[in-house]
């Protein structure tokens, strides 16, 4: 059996472990579109004033901001709503299921993204140090 006074110690930590792989994990997406950083992406030089480039400014740096934990729930809210609409753009068109649309990590994201923005960023970030919040 789990011990409660352990999960109720350890909730909001892992909450902010999860917030911080995931928009590490994300940022890739946006330094991918931006700067062909960690690879290159395969289309031609990406124009910023486009939906490709504001997804990429987004999700580089939107993904810094929820990394760093500094306005968690309105820049979460912003990024779960992109997703919803790359999923509906581009993931939904070629099919009723994620799983052949390709479209499964857009969904993931936004209901991450839903969830940090209901939830916070929990203890370990800037929201908290600037902005004494609590639990």
Same mark, same amino acid.
């Given at each position: 059996m789990i011990n409660t006074s352990f999960c109720a110690t350890w909730? $909001?930590? @892992?909450?902010? /472990? #999860?917030?911080?792989? /995931?928009? *590490?994990?994300? #940022? !890739?997406?946006? +330094? !991918?579109k931006l700067f062909g950083f960690p690879i290159a992406m395969s289309n031609p030089p990406l124009e910023l004033f486009s939906l490709m480039g504001l997804a990429g400014v987004l999700e580089f740096f939107g993904g810094l901001l929820v990394l760093l934990g500094l306005f968690t729930r309105p820049v979460a809210f912003v990024l779960s709503g992109q997703m919803a609409v790359a999923y509906f753009m581009v993931h939904a068109p070629r099919g009723?299921? $994620?799983? &052949?649309?390709?479209?499964?990590?857009? /969904?993931?994201?936004? *209901?991450? *993204? @839903?969830?940090? &923005?209901?939830? +916070?960023? +929990? $203890?370990? +970030?800037l929201d908290r140090l600037l902005f004494k919040q609590k639990s």
């Open positions: 909730s $909001p930590h @892992l909450l902010s /472990v #999860m917030r911080i792989i /995931v928009a *590490f994990l994300f #940022m !890739q997406h946006g +330094g !991918q009723l299921w $994620p799983i &052949a649309n390709q479209g499964e990590l857009a /969904v993931l994201y936004c *209901f991450i *993204f @839903l969830y940090l &923005a209901a939830a +916070g960023g +929990g $203890p370990w +970030g």
